[in-house]
């Protein structure tokens, strides 16, 4: 079981910058991939980005290329994502989610979900 509780979400203005976090509980974090996925009002949910167990692969989205990163430490249970140049249409609830699987893209390929933190760009 693996519970996690994402974090530093906020309102900003474009071309700002945010770093989320994602804290999981458990002993065996490190085991999963984890992604980020973000879901705007009215819009189904969508791929972010995904880091495999160690932090050595990664996968972006193309809208999000070269201004978003993902990181982790497996030693603090944490999975970050670095967010430069954001846009309005980069606003959502940005969710962090775990999987067995390698850099999964599709969602149902994760097993555990955090509840979700806010992040709105103004123009």
């Known amino acids: 079981q693996v519970r996690l509780v994402e974090s530093g979400g906020g309102l900003v203005q474009a071309g700002d910058s945010l770093r989320l976090s994602c804290a999981a509980s458990?002993?065996?974090?490190?085991?999963?991939?984890m992604g980020w996925f973000r879901q705007a009002p009215g819009k189904e949910r969508e791929f972010v980005v995904t880091i495999n167990w160690s932090g050595s692969s990664t996968d972006y989205a193309e809208s999000v290329k070269g201004r978003f990163t993902i990181s982790r430490d497996n030693a603090k249970n944490t999975v970050y994502l670095r967010m430069n140049s954001l846009k309005p249409e980069d606003t959502a609830v940005y969710y962090c989610a775990a999987s067995k699987l390698l850099l999964p893209r599709d969602q149902r390929g994760y097993e555990y979900w955090g509840q979700g933190t806010q992040v709105t760009v103004s123009s």
């Open positions: 458990g002993r065996t974090f490190s085991s999963y991939a």
